[in-house]
């Protein structure tokens, strides 16, 4: 079983940044794609960027490309979302996931195995 655990969420105000960790509890972290998603009141689950079991590749959605850039530290089993410029409509929970049966770029929050509990991001104007 895998816990994820994400942290760095806050009230920010617009054009400011903040950084997203997300902490797995297992050493086979280094062999999962992980994601990181989001959710707004009313709204849908949305996908946001994912990256590869290296950290080689990534792979944004068209809303945050340019702006939000995910990485990869397997030595401390953690992925990471530096999101940068951020605007009122990025408010939302925002949730890391894990795929622990594939290690190329996933994007359908379907295909992910496991979740954390989510972590509220407020860009107030």
Do not use: H
């Amino acid at each position: 079983q895998e816990q994820l655990v994400e942290s760095g969420g806050g009230l920010v105000q617009v054009g400011e940044s903040l950084t997203l960790s997300c902490a797995a509890s297992r050493r086979a972290f280094s062999g999962y794609a992980m994601g990181w998603f989001r959710q707004a009141p009313g709204k849908e689950r949305e996908f946001v960027a994912a990256i590869n079991w290296s950290g080689s590749t990534t792979y944004y959605a068209d809303s945050v490309k340019g702006r939000f850039t995910i990485s990869r530290d397997n030595a401390k089993n953690t992925v990471y979302l530096q999101m940068n410029v951020l605007k009122p409509w990025d408010t939302a929970v925002y949730y890391c996931a894990a795929r622990t049966s594939a290690r190329g770029i996933v994007t359908p929050w379907l295909e992910y195995d496991y979740w954390g509990q989510g972590t509220q991001v407020t860009v107030s104007s």
